[in-house]
């Protein structure tokens, strides 16, 4: 069983991309507690969308997703790995003063 749930600020505002695979959307997120904790979490489809459209720098948000790893040869022939978490659901903690009183979604998430 793979499943990570934590708790955090975002430290940078999310990056949004679109990729042969998808759109992705990834942030760093700092992890409540001491010492600090920054993991990167990324997202997928539709849950990407709502994450680069909602998110910014300092939003409270829970995520619950996989702990992945990756491993790749750089160009210059060296081996390079990153630990992130591919998130299947993101709950906004906090909502921003300036969002809508229409918009009711305080969690979003998909599954895959």
Known sequence: MNVLTVTGRLAD???RRE???????????????????????QAWGHLAGRCAQHLVTGRHVGVVGNLRHEQWITRAGERADRWYVRATEVTFLD??????????????????
């Open 13 to 15: 505002d999310p990056v």
């Open 19 to 41: 990729t042969p695979k998808g759109i992705v959307c990834e942030f760093r997120l700092a992890v409540d507690g001491r010492p600090r904790l920054y993991l990167t979490v």
């Open 95 to 112: 909502r921003p003063g300036d969002l809508d009183d229409d918009d009711d979604d305080a969690s979003i998430g998909v599954t895959r």
